[in-house]
């Protein structure tokens, strides 16, 4: 396997907590589950790489029958790319002269797509390629309900005529990240949020072809929705990344089942302060709290499952502790001082980059792996 990152192994009596562990049975079943999607659709798989940041876990996929991988920043491309990934899209807008100027580095060696949600940054791609000498491949990201970035629906086909125009750049696609919304609202009907992603994107592209702008890829597609929006005719690619891992975020959406979760963190509980109440040697620096308990639209309880106790509820955190409220069943269990337990996160995406590394688990022997694009923000 190309990229391997260097690993040390170990047997999980050995673990130190707290830590994160990954069942690779269960993360090579989910990798082959969304590539089949893909295949059975007929659309390309770019997994984002946000979720799992680990080069070797992105070669995993691409062995499955991905066409390359999705990153944010050029630093995760530039780690991705040292490991052996050739083809990789950042789906995010570079306005920095300094970061532009590593990107037409990078895409000299490796088939290297960016992301462009204005006419300003596009000035600034198209210049600073001519000043290179490069020509960069460059698709636009469009806003379809999430707020984030990309340029309103509406006003795409303007903004793509111009960046059509800039000699240095190629628009080669569009792109979109929705995630599950219906009419500008969080939801659990993830057919009709991706659907409706799928369609409104195509017809966009059909859009841009009309004016005479050669659309290639129209990309869309998150965890919960990649499935339903690959089957829309028109779509070419999907851009999944949690499915890696999955969380338990997917499970409350429908995805996946708690099983299906290949990421939980080991934990140690270190206090027993009263029958109710267990303390967890892991809190903030340990679990992801993006995503917060009791929102719509999943509405979660705390903010991880804690695996074989149905009733305990991880419900507060600061820097190192985690509180657990155990409800009857758990104090039946007799939780004690020194007893470890596993943690399935709200999110695993935020969770893997607080750990400088994961343990890949088979069976009953542990992998050391290093997270080497954890932290890469600029």
Do not use: W
């Amino acid at each position: 396997m190309r990229g391997v990152d260097k690993v040390s192994s170990m047997t999980l009596d050995g673990l130190n907590t707290p830590c994160l562990l990954i069942d690779v049975e269960t993360m090579e079943r989910n990798i082959q589950t969304m590539a089949e999607v893909a295949k059975q659709h007929g659309v390309k798989l770019r997994p984002h790489a946000k979720t799992h940041k680990i080069p070797r876990i992105a070669q995993m996929q691409l062995d499955a029958g991905a066409c390359g991988i999705t990153v944010a920043k050029v630093s995760e491309a530039e780690v991705m790319a040292s490991h052996g990934v050739q083809r990789i899209f950042i789906a995010y807008p570079l306005i920095a002269i300094a970061k532009i100027e590593r990107a037409v580095a990078l895409s000299r060696s490796i088939e290297l797509i960016l992301g462009v949600d204005s006419y300003e940054g596009a000035v600034r791609l198209s210049e600073t390629a001519a000043r290179l000498g490069h020509v960069l491949q460059v698709r636009l990201e469009v806003d379809t309900g999430l707020h984030r970035t990309g340029i309103p629906y509406e006003q795409a086909v303007g903004l793509a005529k111009q960046i059509h125009q800039l000699p240095h750049l190629q628009l080669t696609g569009t792109y979109t990240f929705r995630g599950p919304l219906l009419d500008g609202r969080p939801t659990l009907d993830r057919a009709a949020a991706g659907q409706e992603e799928g369609r409104v994107m195509a017809a966009l592209a059909e859009k841009l072809r009309a004016e005479g702008i050669p659309i290639a890829d129209v990309s869309v597609g998150s965890t919960p929705t990649s499935a339903y929006a690959a089957a829309v005719e028109g779509v070419t690619e999907i851009r999944p990344g949690t499915y890696v891992f999955h969380d338990r975020m997917q499970v409350k959406y429908g995805v996946c089942a708690l099983e299906d979760c290949a990421g939980s963190v080991l934990v140690t509980v270190v206090s027993r302060p009263t029958a109710d109440l267990a303390i967890i040697d892991g809190g903030s620096k340990t679990f992801a709290t993006d995503v917060q308990p009791n929102t719509e639209p999943l509405k979660l309880t705390g903010f991880g499952q804690v695996i074989g106790f149905e009733d305990a509820v991880f419900e507060r955190m600061t820097e190192e502790h985690g509180m657990l409220r155990l409800g009857p069943l758990a104090q039946d269990a007799g939780i004690r001082v020194g007893d470890t337990l596993r943690i399935i996160p709200n999110h695993i995406c935020s969770t893997v980059n607080l750990h400088n590394q994961v343990i890949l688990v088979r069976g009953d022997l542990a992998e050391t792996v290093p997270v080497l694009a954890r932290g890469m923000l600029e």
